[in-house]
């Protein structure tokens, strides 16, 4: 039996307790268990960040990743994008989905390759992909050229089929792409002549929503696609550097054509990110792409006077 005073004493105690709980609530440090659980973090990679189809020195060609839970959605597939998402230290077999902007080989060339290599590393699940035709055309011709080493691989170190794994789905409009219990992706028709269509992805995750621009023009539907959104990746064009390197080039007006109609300038993209109104604007898919003399402070010092948020010059390999 307890005395009136050691009653006393420990309603003290428990009373002190909850006054100590109240106080570390409201200042963030109660123990995890305790506190409601935070939304999942999501993990942007920018794997490749050059423009165009030829290999260059100082970049790697167009990929982006984003990570949720352990699990890979793979934007774009440009030259290396396996290598480089093992350099990133990545996990092949954790990619669930793939998604191709458009049909130029800077950004597919490695489409099949990254499901090939993936599944002869440890890709034993099912990977949808997602991108304008003729994607399922694709990977048919694609499975069929390596046909041998797949079968030869099936039988001879045990794996699982490749093909059943694959699941293309081709998108032919802006909308609704994909959903699950990770992330919403929504797609946006976006002006690159002469190819058609081309895409920007907006990727709605649990704790913010981040949004690729593909290659474009400036675009009405991107700029409404990417309307508040936490981060957008955006290819971008430096004009300066861009008329020396095509003055080379036997065909330099037909490139500086093709360029200025579907490529946004270093001006241009900062005004798009501003009237989306995004709070983080990442450059990539930098034109020209294999300038080492083009310092970050360029690219910076020519968009900065045209969005006043936060930037970021993006590289090789950068987490955010």
Known sequence: MHTDSEIDHRRRRLLKAAGLSLGLAACGALPFALRAAPASRSRLILLGTAGGPTPKPNRAAPAQAIVVDGVIYVIDCGNGVAQQMVKAGLDLGAIRNVFITHQHSDHNADYGNLLWLAWAAKLHTGVDTWGPPPLAKMTEL???????????????????????????????????????????????????????????????????????????????????LAHGADVLVHEVMYLPALEKLIASEPNAAY??????????????????????????????????????????????????????????????????
């Open 142 to 224: 694609f499975l069929q050229m390596n046909d041998y080493d797949i079968r030869t691989r099936i039988a001879d170190e045990g794996r699982p089929a490749l093909a059943p794994l694959i699941a293309p789905h081709e998108i032919t409009r802006g909308g609704l792409v994909m959903q699950d219990e990770r992330v919403k992706v929504t797609a946006a028709l976006v002006q690159h002549p002469p190819v058609a269509p081309a895409f920007a992805y907006r990727f709605d995750c649990p704790d913010r929503s981040i949004v690729f621009s593909g290659d474009t023009r400036p675009s009405d539907a991107l700029i409404e």
């Open 255 to 320: 490139l500086r054509e093709h360029l200025l109609a579907s490529h946004t300038t270093t001006e241009q993209v900062g005004r798009v990110a501003s009237e989306a109104g995004v709070k983080t604007l990442v450059l990539s898919h930098f034109v020209p792409g294999g300038d080492a003399s083009l310092a970050d402070e360029v690219w910076r010092d020519a968009v900065a006077p045209h969005f006043k948020g936060r930037l970021v010059v993006g590289r090789d390999l950068m987490e955010l």
